[in-house]
T-cell receptor, first 113, second 112 residues
């Protein structure tokens, strides 16, 4: 069973702080990694995708990938109350024609004003 | 213009009934998906179609039957609904099998 693990939280940070969200995965040959944000009652929306080891920055968001340790993280700088949401880590498994995207159970982030 | 649209957004029905959810995408994507999100917010894939061909069929009861009449549409029919089918069902699409997913707004199914 190929799994994606996240701390369910809730993770609570003050406004302006850095929020750090972590994710580990079990399939060593996974190729693609994604972070989605889901507000309560809404659909998931893509924040970041990362395919190579290292850091990828987009505005206040930085995704970090370490394939050797099988973890991917998301840093949110200068956290805002509007960042309060559930963050879903997703990993695309390889193998034949099955390019399934597997989601973690999500981490609930609360940014306190 | 909505990219991935699902109808209906809400369904409330009795156990044993049959219901359908429709999905359409206007992004020109080749691959479409059905995901189920349960009460604990766990998002799990059910089916995926690539160019109308079924490529992913997870361990889902055969009461669930997807149908893709063309690349832009993917429907989900559910027979003999059970209490455990209550969830939010999300349709999604991606440009290729390995591409990023774009989700519809979800269809909340409540079985009484």
């Amino acid at each position: 069973q190929k799994e994606v693990e996240q701390n369910s939280g809730p993770l609570s940070v003050p406004e302006g702080a850095i929020a750090s969200l972590n994710c580990t995965y079990s399939d060593r040959v996974s190729q693609s990694f994604f972070w989605y944000r889901q507000y309560s009652g809404k659909s998931p929306e893509l924040i970041m995708s990362i395919y190579s080891n290292g850091d990828k920055e987009d505005g206040r968001f930085t995704a970090q990938l370490n394939k050797a340790s099988q973890y991917v993280s998301l840093l949110i700088r200068d956290s805002q109350p509007s960042d309060s949401a559930t963050y879903l880590c997703a990993v695309r498994n390889s193998g034949g024609s099955n390019y399934k995207l597997t989601f973690g159970k999500g981490t609930l982030l609360t940014v306190n004003p | 213009d909505t990219a991935v649209s699902q109808t209906p957004k809400y369904l409330v029905t009795q156990m044993g009934n049959d219901k359908s959810i429709k999905c359409e995408q206007n992004l020109g994507h080749d691959t479409m998906y059905w995901y189920k999100q349960d009460s604990k917010k766990f998002l799990k894939i059910m089916f995926s179609y690539n160019n109308k061909e079924l490529i992913i069929n997870e361990t889902v009861p055969n009461r669930f039957s997807p149908k893709s009449p063309d690349k832009a549409h993917l429907n989900l029919h559910i027979n003999s609904l059970e209490l455990g089918d209550s969830a939010v069902y999300f349709c999604a699409s991606s440009r290729t099998r390995t591409g990023e997913l774009f989700f519809g707004e979800g269809s909340r199914l409540t079985v009484l």
